[in-house]
C-alpha cells in the first residue's frame, strides 16, 4: 500500500465549476501538506501548503486537511481553462533542526477545464 | 529570475551507455534534490544534499546511479549502464534551509530520458 494514494482521474470539468481534489494517507507522522501544480512537460510549482489540520485560502484555492481522517482536499472555485494540469498532492513530517522533510507525492490528478 | 535550470532537457540513449545530467539551483539555496518521475507518477526521491554533502539517499538509486555536488553549487546526476527502466523525467529541486519551518522546494523544468 502506498503512503499516500490519489485518483489519478482524468477529470474533465465546464469552465466556472468547483473542482474537488482529494488524497489519503497512510503515515501519521505527516505534518506539512502540500498541493503541486505541474504543467505539460514542466517541473511541479507548489501551489499551497499548510501544517497540520485546518483550512487555508488563496483567492480561488481552498486545501482543507482532516488529520483524524488522513484526508486533504483541494477546492478550485470559478475553475478555468489555464488551471487545466495535473494536481499533486504532496506530504512530509517535521524533522528535527538540521534534519531534512522528505516529501513523498501522490499520483497526481490530471484537471482538464472546458471552456 | 533565475529560477532552477537544468540540462539537457531531453536525452536519448541506448541501452548500456552511461549519462550524466546537469542541475543548476536557485542561487544561495543550500539543499539541493533528484527525483524520477515517470509517466502517470508523482515525483520519487532519489538523494539530496545540503550544499557539498550528500545527506540521504532512497533505495531506489542504485549502484548505477551517482551524484555529486562539488562546492556546493551545480549538482550532476550519472547513469551509468543506462536500462529500458531508467527511461523517466528526472527532476532537480532547491531550497533554502529553514530549521523548523517549511521549506519550498523549487523544481527545475526536468530533463526526459529515453533509454532504447
Known amino acids: 500500500q502506498k503512503e499516500v494514494e490519489q485518483d489519478p482521474g482524468p477529470l474533465s470539468v465546464p469552465e466556472g465549476a468547483i473542482v474537488s481534489l482529494n488524497c489519503t494517507y497512510s503515515n501519521s507522522a505527516f505534518q506539512y501538506f502540500m498541493w503541486y501544480r505541474q504543467y505539460s512537460r514542466k517541473g511541479p510549482e507548489l501551489l499551497m501548503y499548510t501544517y497540520s489540520s485546518g483550512n487555508k485560502e488563496d483567492g480561488r484555492f481552498t486545501a482543507q486537511v482532516d488529520k483524524s481522517s488522513k484526508y486533504i482536499s483541494l477546492f478550485i472555485r470559478d475553475s478555468q481553462p489555464s488551471d487545466s494540469a495535473t494536481y499533486l498532492c504532496?506530504?512530509?513530517?517535521?524533522?528535527?533542526?538540521?534534519?531534512?522533510?522528505?516529501?513523498?507525492f501522490g499520483t497526481g490528478t490530471k484537471l482538464q477545464v472546458i471552456p | 529570475d533565475t529560477g532552477v535550470s537544468q540540462d539537457p532537457r531531453h536525452k536519448i540513449t541506448k541501452r548500456g551507455q552511461n549519462v550524466t545530467f546537469r542541475c543548476d539551483p536557485i542561487?544561495?539555496?543550500?539543499?539541493l534534490y533528484w527525483y524520477r518521475q515517470t509517466l502517470g507518477q508523482g515525483p520519487e526521491f532519489l538523494t539530496y544534499?545540503?550544499?557539498?554533502?550528500?545527506?540521504?539517499k532512497s533505495r531506489l538509486l542504485s549502484d548505477r546511479f551517482s551524484a555529486e555536488r562539488p562546492k556546493g553549487s551545480f549538482s550532476t546526476l550519472e547513469i551509468q549502464r543506462t536500462e529500458q527502466g531508467d527511461s523517466a523525467m528526472y527532476l532537480c529541486?532547491?531550497?533554502?534551509?529553514?530549521?523548523?519551518?517549511?521549506?519550498?522546494?523549487?523544481f527545475g523544468p526536468g530533463t526526459r530520458l529515453t533509454v532504447t
Open positions: 544534499f545540503q550544499n557539498e554533502a550528500q545527506l540521504e
Open positions: 542561487s544561495e539555496h543550500n539543499r
Open positions: 529541486a532547491s531550497s533554502f534551509t529553514k530549521d523548523r519551518e517549511f521549506n519550498e522546494q523549487y
Open positions: 504532496a506530504m512530509s513530517a517535521f524533522n528535527p533542526p538540521g534534519g531534512y522533510q522528505k516529501v513523498t
